[in-house]
């Protein structure tokens, strides 16, 4: 509206001026209906005054003083009405006209200057458009006329429903799915919150969030990914061995296999060994028969690698 108000400029002024005629008018008829009932409360007052008995001096004193009393109040009825229509006629040929003038040349100033109240921006509108249509699709097409025929066409963003508002950005749900090749839920909490990153409702990230957005956008949790690259239960790997669970669980401590924690609740998934795998070996230390230093600490390690 600011922009295309320029060729419009003359024609604002002689709406905006119409208008306020149109209000003074209807002020200039309200004050006359004031002096109206003035004139008629003094002229009754007359009528009874001369209606009295004259005889009867403490009735016609009482009604003297009320004609009297009116009289006064219409005399200042009639000054006051003058003296307002006078001081309108003035402000209107002077002032009024020169701050309308001046307003419609520089109505982005007007506009943008905190200082003006809601209801005079939306009478601006008022004179300076003709019809606003708005279309909602995926997108808001707006096409606007103003007065005099000028018309434009806008295309504006959808406005975000609550819910949309407190979605998760879709760059950190892809950052989520990310991190989720090599990390936890929990180590995945610590990287992001390290970040500074925040969920959609603005708060820091939790277990519960992580496991929430995973739900929603269906993301293959930790376990899942493992699998697929093909590492082993501890089910799995002790039947692969020949050796008890609780053997399969003191060779990874030991660094003998190579496991990765499938998620935050002590669960470990195996690299298959190969055709060397380790065998028991009466008399010998486990801690000189190490194979992988990192089963204890890997997760913790690519967390401090990744923040």
């Given at each position: 509206?600011?922009?295309?108000?320029?060729?419009?400029?003359?024609?604002?002024?002689?709406?905006?001026?119409?208008?306020?005629?149109?209000?003074?008018?209807?002020?200039?008829?309200?004050?006359?209906?004031?002096?109206?009932?003035?004139?008629?409360?003094?002229d009754?007052?007359?009528?009874?005054?001369?209606?009295?008995?004259?005889?009867?001096?403490?009735?016609?004193?009482?009604?003297?003083?009320?004609?009297?009393?009116?009289?006064?109040?219409?005399?200042?009825?009639?000054?006051?009405?003058?003296?307002?229509?006078?001081?309108?006629?003035?402000v209107?040929?002077?002032?009024q006209?020169?701050?309308?003038?001046?307003?419609?040349s520089?109505?982005?100033?007007?506009?943008?200057?905190?200082?003006?109240?809601?209801?005079?921006?939306?009478?601006?509108?008022?004179?300076?458009?003709?019809?606003?249509?708005?279309?909602?699709?995926?997108?808001?097409?707006?096409?606007?006329?103003?007065?005099?025929?000028?018309?434009?066409?806008?295309?504006?963003?959808?406005?975000?429903?609550?819910?949309?508002?407190?979605?998760?950005?879709?760059?950190?749900?892809?950052?989520?799915?990310?991190?989720?090749?090599?990390?936890?839920?929990?180590?995945?909490?610590?990287?992001?919150?390290?970040?500074?990153?925040?969920s959609?409702?603005?708060?820091?990230?939790?277990?519960?969030?992580?496991?929430?957005?995973?739900?929603?956008?269906?993301?293959?949790?930790?376990?899942?990914?493992?699998?697929?690259?093909?590492?082993?239960?501890?089910?799995e790997?002790?039947?692969?061995?020949?050796?008890?669970?609780?053997?399969?669980?003191?060779?990874?401590?030991?660094?003998?296999?190579?496991?990765?924690?499938?998620?935050?609740?002590?669960?470990?998934?195996?690299?298959?060994?190969?055709?060397?795998?380790?065998?028991?070996?009466?008399?010998?230390?486990?801690?000189?028969?190490?194979?992988?230093?990192?089963?204890?600490?890997?997760?913790?390690?690519?967390?401090?690698?990744?923040?």
């Amino acid at each position: 509206m600011v922009e295309n108000v320029t060729p419009l400029a003359l024609e604002v002024t002689l709406a905006v001026q119409q208008e306020l005629q149109a209000r003074q008018d209807e002020v200039d008829k309200l004050r006359q209906k004031q002096v109206e009932r003035a004139r008629y409360g003094a002229d009754l007052a007359q009528r009874r005054y001369l209606h009295v008995d004259p005889a009867n001096r403490l009735v016609a004193d009482s009604l003297e003083a009320d004609r009297n009393e009116k009289l006064r109040l219409l005399t200042e009825a009639q000054e006051q009405y003058e003296q307002r229509r006078l001081q309108d006629r003035a402000v209107m040929d002077e002032q009024q006209r020169a701050r309308i003038a001046a307003l419609a040349s520089d109505l982005p100033r007007l506009w943008q200057d905190p200082n003006t109240p809601d209801r005079e921006l939306k009478r601006m509108v008022r004179l300076l458009l003709e019809d606003v249509t708005l279309i909602r699709q995926d997108h808001i097409t707006v096409h606007v006329r103003f007065k005099g025929c000028a018309s434009k066409t806008l295309t504006l963003p959808r406005p975000l429903t609550s819910w949309e508002l407190r979605m998760t950005p879709a760059e950190v749900v892809r950052e989520i799915d990310r991190l989720m090749d090599n990390h936890t839920d929990k180590e995945i909490v610590g990287i992001l919150n390290a970040r500074g990153t925040r969920s959609g409702e603005g708060k820091a990230f939790s277990r519960r969030t992580i496991a929430r957005l995973r739900r929603d956008y269906q993301l293959k949790s930790r376990y899942d990914r493992l699998r697929e690259k093909g590492l082993l239960t501890r089910e799995e790997i002790s039947e692969r061995l020949g050796v008890t669970a609780l053997r399969v669980r003191i060779w990874r401590q030991h660094g003998l296999l190579k496991a990765y924690p499938a998620n935050d609740k002590d669960a470990w998934l195996y690299e298959d060994p190969g055709p060397d795998p380790p065998r028991r070996a009466q008399g010998v230390k486990l801690e000189s028969r190490r194979r992988f230093d990192n089963n204890g600490a890997h997760g913790l390690m690519e967390v401090e690698y990744e923040a």
